[in-house]
């Protein structure tokens, strides 16, 4: 049988590349301290939902300006719960877009609900122009991806959501400290959504998330779905799931929670840099960046000309250049059996999965390298 933990030798190809978008052993290079952290923890033995996790979600919701969080096992079971909580039901329907990553789409359906797509714009983002279209007698709530920290359009987007009254759900798995107009992703709609897996900017040693929200009924529901449905240590209110953030993992959100602004006004400037010295080439498409909005760059996207062999060429020559993501989720196997999406259905989305590459940009990428990797796609268009 083949093996299916395709993991193991990504990691192994990840180390052949000078410049990286994995910057794990940079970042946690003061890894003894939390160890020191780790040994409390091992002395008290609060492992599940212990004091670290309750330290952890009060400070994450002070520094984003929400009312509470909630910690959760992952970013993928932060959007599973968001569904659940809000009891939507098997066969209702949620509005998102099909350029995203799988987990989105996973929760959706493992919530019972159908995916109803909507094509992205040339911002990455769901487009709110083409969502009230889209509404039928069967949605109950539209699930927005931030894509790589930049924000939707929510305004237009909460308009809609309150004439035909539908739940708003924001997936800020990629969006940590982004914001819009001095609102923190995850503030905009009923529930928002977060990651700490190891890639994203705010991470852990591990799998993790968390959900941010303002209505203190659904924050009092969320922490009794996320722990079996516990009220006490014999009772349950409900059947919930097993979905607690570790107390080990909030050790080190903990830890490096106060480097989060360091870290993402450090990509914000390469993510500049970058910009500056790549617009004017003209096989290069750079989507605006609006003045009132923070866009964290958890990833840097751009729209290319000659995509797979520019792609190519950069890892030639040690760059690790991405494919965010060669395809969208409606021509997936799974989406294409079980909802009948084709190819055509969305053209902006499979034009972005066409055109996209992704380059490091996170705040251990050196100015040398930045250069090196704006020299390189230069020769490439200019040769």
């Known amino acids: 049988m083949k093996n299916t933990n395709f993991l193991t030798q990504q990691y192994i190809q ?27 923890l091992i002395k008290f033995n609060d ?33 599973y719960l968001a569904l659940k909580v809000l009891d939507l039901k098997n066969g209702d329907e949620v ?22 797509f909507v094509d992205a714009g040339q911002d ?11 509404i039928t007698k069967k949605t109950k709530a539209i699930l927005v991806v931030h894509w790589s920290g930049r924000i ?23 969006a940590a400290l982004s914001f819009k107009k001095n609102k923190f992703a995850g503030n905009f709609g009923d529930i928002g959504c977060f990651s700490l897996h190891p890639l994203k900017n705010l991470n852990v040693w591990g799998d993790g998330g968390m959900i941010v929200t303002n209505n203190n009924k659904i924050n009092k529901k969320l922490k009794l779905i996320r722990n079996h449905g516990l009220v006490d240590r014999n009772n349950i209110k409900f059947f919930g799931v ?11 959100a903990n830890h490096l929670l106060p480097k989060l602004k ?5 990509r914000i400037k390469n993510a500049n840099y970058l910009d500056d010295n790549l617009k004017h080439i003209k096989q290069i498409y750079i989507p605006k960046r609006e003045k009132s909005s923070r866009e964290v760059f958890h990833l840097y996207c751009i729209q290319v000309k000659n995509r797979d062999k520019l792609a190519r060429f950069l890892i030639s020559k040690g760059i690790d250049a991405k494919k965010h993501y060669p395809i969208p989720m ?22 972005l999965s066409k055109d996209t590459l992704s380059l490091p940009v996170h705040e251990y990428v050196t100015k040398k390298q930045l250069d090196f990797i704006i020299k390189q796609i230069k020769l490439f268009y200019f040769k």
């Open 330 to 351: 409606h021509l997936q196997k799974p989406s294409k059996q079980m909802f009948g999406y084709k190819k055509g259905d969305f053209p902006m989305a499979e034009k």
């Open 14 to 40: 990840n180390k052949k590349f000078n410049i990286s978008h994995n910057y794990l052993s940079s970042q946690f290079n003061d890894y003894k301290k939390i160890f020191k952290k780790i040994e409390k």
């Open 47 to 79: 492992y599940t939902l212990g004091f670290e996790v309750e330290k952890f979600e009060k400070k994450f919701a002070k520094l984003i300006n929400a009312k509470h969080c909630i910690g959760v096992g992952s970013g993928t079971d932060a959007i």
């Open 124 to 134: 990455f983002n769901i487009n709110p122009d083409l969502i009230e279209k889209s």
């Open 262 to 266: 360091n870290i993402t006004f450090s």
């Open 152 to 174: 939707c359009d929510m305004k237009k987007i909460n308009q809609i959501a309150k004439k035909y009254k539908l739940f708003v759900i924001e997936d800020a798995c990629h």
């Open 242 to 252: 097993n979905s607690r953030l570790d107390t080990l993992q909030a050790i080190v």
């Open 95 to 116: 509005i998102t877009t099909p350029y995203t990553f799988y987990a989105t789409i996973n929760a959706i359906v493992q919530a019972d609900c159908k995916p109803n």
